[in-house]
């Protein structure tokens, strides 16, 4: 089991950036495939962005390619987003997950693959 905290949103302007942050615990976190995925009010959670437990590899929603950036740090435990360009309909809660099993491909993790699912972390984008 993996523990995930997520940090770093807030309130920016359209055309502003944010880096979201997860710090995560456990032994597995290394050999899992981590993502990022949002939910906006009334519609369903999507995944963002997904990258290899090596972080050699990384998978980005069509919407978000061009302006967001997933990486990760196996030595800090910690997975990072950052955002660009924002848009209004960037606004949502986003959660930091990782994969239900070790060693996958980022193209495969979707939301019925989660293991483990951060508590979120809201980003407000105004117009």
């Known amino acids: 089991q993996v523990q995930l905290a997520e940090s770093g949103g807030g309130l920016v302007q359209a055309g502003g950036s944010l880096r979201l942050s997860c710090a995560a615990s456990?032994?597995?976190?290394?050999?899992?495939?981590m993502g990022w995925f949002r939910q906006a009010p009334g519609k369903e959670r999507e995944s963002v962005a997904t990258?290899?437990?090596?972080?050699?590899?990384?998978y980005y929603a069509d919407s978000v390619t061009g302006r967001f950036t997933i990486s990760r740090d196996n030595a800090k435990n910690t997975v990072y987003l950052q955002m660009n360009s924002l848009k209004p309909e960037d606004m949502a809660v986003y959660y930091c997950?990782?994969?239900?099993?070790?060693?996958?491909?980022?193209?495969?993790?979707?939301?019925?693959?989660?293991?483990?699912w951060g508590q979120g972390t809201q980003v407000t984008v105004s117009s």
């Open positions: 997950a990782a994969d239900r099993y070790a060693y996958r491909t980022p193209q495969v993790m979707g939301v019925t693959t989660v293991g483990d």
């Open positions: 990258i290899s437990w090596s972080g050699d590899s990384t």
């Open positions: 456990g032994r597995t976190f290394s050999n899992k495939v």
